[in-house]
């Protein structure tokens, strides 16, 4: 498996979407290698034919009737947002201007 | 009057409810101000709620001077961890990314108890979105164990073992997702319960680790725990996991005894990692539960020791996946950024704390290509592991008991610097997360070693609920414990 380099942790921490200081990304090198260390005892398993446990209760699909209920109004669910425009969730600019 | 309120229990003061020897506003105030006497020291609390719990209080006097109580337990307050969300009461999950949130609906657990007539004490203080096993990731402040300040009442839902522990209430709600009831009640001296997963509905309640997050209850006894899991288990349209069946009695057959059980003592969790007063104390409660006519017989898990790993790859996956949805957009901490990329990067890099971002790299990096089959899917697959172990040990016992933590409350600051040592703290838990068993941690006294509480863990299957509180009240009344003066913290 090899252990986690300073690479690897600036790639992960840019997938989770954490902007980390210098310091906290050699501190997590460091504290992930190690709690991998332990991890990688499972490495050491025989587990051909097993099969992977997403869930312990065998529940699939459960349907419900498609009724109209009533649902969270507009103005509830926008309470919380940091910044709000005409009703809707306001955010920075995603697209670069063209040209 | 007031100490007899405070350390009745929730039973017996329904009783006194009853006959009107009391009424709900005068119980719901003896507790406000006991929380209110303790908070300062023990940093229990990140919500007060007086006066929504006598409002309540009055309400409930209303129904039953009228003759038409809500139930049994109407008018007896209750807290709740703040991982439950509370309909305009302040909701954080110990973060400082939810500071300021206001949930617009409240948890089905919440909804089940008020219904049920149970006024809101306050929201209880955690480690930052149950992450934790001491309580000191809260992003607000510290929780301490009422039995010795100087330690930690252990985590994640640390505020609920100790505001219990010190009668700021008759009981109160947890989350437990590796331990995280369990371990507390073991460290606070209280029955703590981790129900069959899908047994309790999770709507509401801050995902962590959507596979393994199952709510339940504190309390001093385990009638009243069992009374307060009654009160809120059972099927919820609003969580697809939740079992569809109407949840067994819990209360029926609670004193049936323990005559003819068969438990099983796992090998493996008696070994040397344990505080040898925890060992004494569990290994008299062992002949305790053979005095009341149960057989005991050693059973083995062999793949015990595989289950930290397997828990703390597969909680942190599902964490990291949780937690993307604190982007600094519909709810909670947005710190400016020039697009949404570096606004979403900053929010959450200043919101979380340390261990929280731990653990969402860990996760992040256990799913990413690459990785992928190595972690996560071998995780997964020890889950089956550990699950099919558990089933054939079920084949031959009907319960399983070790202890529930490898040693008493330890000191502030004494695990901090060292992540994986804080995750050996539920070496003994996890499995019963992962295969979604039921377990019940019950007080076996103080060590010798340091006069702090030491826990008995009951590991029952899938929904063997009303078996798991029948021994552990067995267990509990033979003891005598929680009765004595000795299981009140002299705080």
């Known amino acids: 498996m090899g252990s986690l380099d300073r690479k690897t942790v600036d790639h992960v921490a840019r997938l989770a979407r954490l902007d980390l200081s210098e310091g906290e990304r050699e501190k997590m090198r460091l504290e992930l290698n190690n709690i991998l260390e332990h991890a990688e005892k499972i490495q050491a398993l025989d587990l051909d034919g097993v099969a992977p446990m997403a869930h312990s209760v065998p529940l699939v699909n459960r349907m419900r009737a498609d009724g109209v209920a009533p649902s969270l109004p507009q103005e509830k669910a926008l309470q919380n947002a940091p910044e709000v425009e005409d009703g809707r969730f306001r955010v920075p600019r995603i697209i670069e201007d063209e040209g | ?491």
């Open chain 2, 1 to 491: 009057m007031t100490a007899e309120l405070l350390w009745a229990g929730a039973t017996a003061l329904a009783g006194m409810l009853d006959r009107g020897e009391v009424s709900s506003v005068e119980v719901t105030e003896a507790f406000l101000a006991r929380s209110e006497e303790v908070d300062g020291t023990l940093g229990t609390y990140l919500e007060h709620t007086p006066d929504a719990a006598l409002a309540g209080a009055r309400a409930a006097d209303g129904r039953r001077a009228a003759g038409k109580p809500a139930g049994r337990f109407d008018g007896i307050p209750v807290a709740y961890k703040d991982i439950f969300c509370t309909d305009g009461v302040p909701t954080t999950a110990g973060s400082k990314i939810l500071e300021g949130f206001v949930p617009p609906y409240s948890a089905t657990v919440v909804e089940r108890c008020t219904r049920a007539g149970l006024p809101m004490l306050g929201k209880l203080n955690m480690d930052e979105f149950a992450m934790g096993s001491s309580n000191e990731n809260s992003a607000y402040k510290p929780v301490r164990n009422p039995w010795d300040t100087e330690r930690v009442p252990g985590g994640s839902s640390g505020g609920s073992a100790a505001i219990v522990a010190a009668a700021g209430a008759p009981w109160s709600w947890g989350t437990d997702t590796g331990g995280s009831i369990r371990q507390p009640a073991s460290l606070c001296g209280l029955v703590g319960v981790k129900p069959t997963y899908g047994l309790v509905s999770r709507y509401g309640i801050i995902a962590f680790a959507s596979s393994l997050d199952q709510a339940g209850p504190f309390a001093r006894t385990v009638e009243d725990a069992a009374a307060l899991l009654s009160l809120a288990a059972g099927p919820d349209a609003r969580d697809a996991t939740s079992i569809p069946a109407a949840p067994p009695n819990f209360l029926d057959e609670i004193d049936g005894g323990i005559k003819g059980m068969k438990i099983g003592i796992v090998k493996e969790f008696m070994g040397e990692g344990n505080d040898p007063g925890v060992r004494t104390r569990v290994e008299e409660a062992y002949t305790r539960l053979e005095k009341l006519g149960a057989t005991i017989e050693e059973v083995s898990l062999p793949s015990f020791e595989y289950g930290i790993s397997a828990y703390y790859l597969v909680a942190p996956a599902e964490c990291s996946a949780n937690l993307a949805r604190y982007d600094g957009v519909r709810y909670g901490l947005r710190v400016e950024g020039d697009d949404i990329i570096r606004m979403t990067s900053r929010t959450r890099a200043e919101g979380f704390g340390a261990e929280v971002k731990r653990r969402i790299m860990l996760g992040t990096y256990a799913l990413s290509a690459g990785y992928y089959d190595a972690y996560y899917g071998k995780a997964q697959k020890v889950r089956t592991l550990i699950a099919r172990e558990l089933e054939e040990i079920y084949e031959r016992v009907d319960l399983v008991a070790c202890p529930t933590s490898p040693t008493t409350a330890f000191r502030l600051g004494e695990r901090t610097d060292d992540p994986l040592a804080m995750y050996l703290s539920d070496v003994f838990t996890v499995a019963v997360n992962l295969a979604g068993n039921a377990a019940i941690n019950v007080p076996c006294g103080t060590s010798p070693d340091d006069g702090l509480p030491v826990g008995l863990q009951l590991i029952a299957p899938a929904l063997a609920e009303p078996l798991m509180f029948r021994a552990a009240y067995a267990f509990e009344g033979d003891l005598g414990w929680i009765n004595s003066r000795e299981a009140r913290p002299a705080l």
